[in-house]
């Protein structure tokens, strides 16, 4: 079992950055690769970015490439987000979730754990 707890959200202005952080409880965390998706209003849960369980292998949506780093730091148990050049369409619940394997999936049916969201807004 693995339980995840994301913070770091909260409110933004447009061009600005906030940096999201996901705490894994368990001692197998470097186990997982793990994933961020998000979640607006009306809209169905979409692929943000993923993670290796190394971090050497990355992935990120089109609509986040070079504005978004995922990172993490598995001395911590812990993967972030860093989110900048913000735009309102980036407003959402922003979730973590976790999947046994190394590889990284951009399927949110593919991981096993998720956490309970952390919401971002963007103001323009």
């Known amino acids: 079992q693995v339980q995840l707890v994301e913070s770091g959200g909260g409110l933004v202005q447009a061009g600005g950055s906030l940096r999201l952080s996901c705490a894994a409880s368990g001692r197998t965390f470097s186990s997982y690769s793990m994933g961020w998706f998000r979640q607006a209003p009306g809209k169905e849960r979409r692929f943000v970015a993923a993670?290796?369980?190394?971090?050497?292998?990355?992935s990120y949506a089109d609509s986040v490439k070079g504005r978004f780093t995922i990172s993490r730091d598995n001395a911590k148990n812990t993967v972030y987000l860093q989110m900048n050049s913000l735009k309102a369409e980036d407003t959402a619940v922003y979730y973590c979730?976790?999947?046994?394997?190394?590889?990284?999936?951009?399927?949110?049916?593919?991981?096993?754990?998720w956490g309970q969201g952390t919401q971002v807004t963007v103001s323009s």
């Open positions: 979730a976790a999947r046994f394997s190394n590889n990284y999936s951009e399927s949110k049916t593919q991981y096993n754990y």
């Open positions: 993670i290796s369980r190394s971090g050497a292998n990355l």
